[in-house]
């Protein structure tokens, strides 16, 4: 798997800064915008998420190419609907290899692993036999698996992105789409520190942990710790 961040809204913390100033002040947003500093900026984003008037953090957004990931995961991310998606078509692109993803589990359990080696091999096999007898890709790719590799581009908002991070940061939800959270969260941080400076799953960004009996417990870990020490806990726990 591989997360690129492609672009993303210039200047993030001033835009949104320049949107949360418009409300309460007289002037132009341009004039606000000619005004306010990159400080400035940055501490009134601090604020203003800060309270939970998270509608002017929608005015950036962040455009990401995530790559090689399994289109069980793929299905997974496109559940969020407050962001725009493209994805690799198995209807135009005729696959010569197919690629699969193996979860961990069935990597590090050969017998397992020798199963779902010789099943895909025979899945890969009967889709190239179809396309040899004619069949469409649209129609042969109606047997690959959840397995199967694919390529998607994201724009999603920073408001959603905190939503995301909630979700699919947090350790109830499944590796592949946690660890491709987990990645998009430190490409947007370093970019936009002020924006995402709390974001996480809810454990670290609201302090809470809403999953009941299912909880990792990962928050019990937390005290005293800075919020990158409780990042790093909560993103490793399974492997502790
Ligand atoms: C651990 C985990 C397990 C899951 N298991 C399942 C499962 O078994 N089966 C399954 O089908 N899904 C499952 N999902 C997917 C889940 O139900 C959501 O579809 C997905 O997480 C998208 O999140 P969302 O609906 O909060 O919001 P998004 O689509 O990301 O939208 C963001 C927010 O916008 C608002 N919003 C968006 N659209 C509407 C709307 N139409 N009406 C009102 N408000 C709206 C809501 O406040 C929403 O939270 C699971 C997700 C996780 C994280």
Redesign the pocket.
């Known amino acids: 798997m591989k997360v690129v961040l492609l672009e993303y809204t210039q200047n993030p913390e001033k835009v949104c800064a320049v949107a949360a100033l418009t409300s309460m002040k007289e002037g132009a947003p341009s004039d606000i915008s000619n005004e306010i500093d990159r400080d400035n900026a940055k501490k009134r984003i601090q604020r203003v998420v800060g309270y939970g008037h998270y509608s002017v953090i929608e005015h950036a957004s962040f455009t990401f190419s995530i790559e090689g990931i399994s289109r069980a995961c793929s299905h997974?991310l496109v559940?969020?609907?407050?962001?725009s998606f493209t994805q690799q078509s198995q209807r135009y692109v005729k696959m010569e290899d197919v690629p699969f993803v193996t979860p961990p589990s069935i990597k590090k359990n050969k017998a397992a692993e020798d199963i779902y080696k010789q099943s895909l091999n025979n899945t890969t096999q009967s889709y190239k036999k179809l396309l040899e007898l004619g069949i469409s890709p649209e129609d042969a790719r109606f047997i690959l698996p959840n397995a199967t590799k694919t390529n998607i581009v994201m724009t999603m908002n920073a408001r959603?992105l905190l939503?995301?991070f909630n979700?699919?940061c947090?350790n109830?939800?499944?590796w592949e789409?946690r660890d491709m959270t987990w990645e998009i969260l430190y490409k947007v941080l370093e970019v936009s520190p002020a924006i995402f400076e709390s974001s996480g799953p809810k454990c670290i960004s609201e302090g809470i942990c809403t999953e009941g009996k299912f909880s990792c417990g990962c928050y019990k870990l937390f005290e005293g710790k800075t919020i990158e020490e409780k990042r790093k806990i909560t993103k490793d726990f399974f492997i502790i």
């Open positions: 997974q559940r969020h609907r407050i962001a959603e939503h995301l979700l699919r947090c109830r939800a499944q789409i």
